[in-house]
């Protein structure tokens, strides 16, 4: 029998990445740009703290959201 959570953690990151946009799309960032920036240099301050998105994202490890994402992307 073999046990994985990876779908609990694609979902979860799948819900912070979506409110993290969002509140950067409510204070008139460009939400891509400023993802791409957090995660190419691990700053923090891309992202606004605007409805806790700062922390939120932070709580995402950087190997995990970028295996996420290129998932998605791939369609795997």
Same mark, same amino acid.
């Given at each position: 029998m073999v046990f994985s959570i990876n779908g609990n953690k694609d979902e979860s990151i799948r819900v912070i990445?979506? $409110?993290?946009?969002?509140?950067?799309?409510e204070k008139g960032y460009n939400?891509?740009?400023?993802?791409v920036g957090y995660i /190419?240099?691990?700053d923090p301050t891309y992202i606004t $703290?605007?409805?806790n998105a700062r922390n939120l994202i932070r709580k995402i490890d950087r190997d995990d959201l970028l295996e996420v994402l /290129?998932?998605?992307y791939l369609n795997l």
């Open positions: 990445l979506t $409110t993290v946009y969002k509140a950067l799309e939400p891509l740009n400023q993802i /190419l240099s691990e $703290t605007h409805n /290129l998932k998605n």
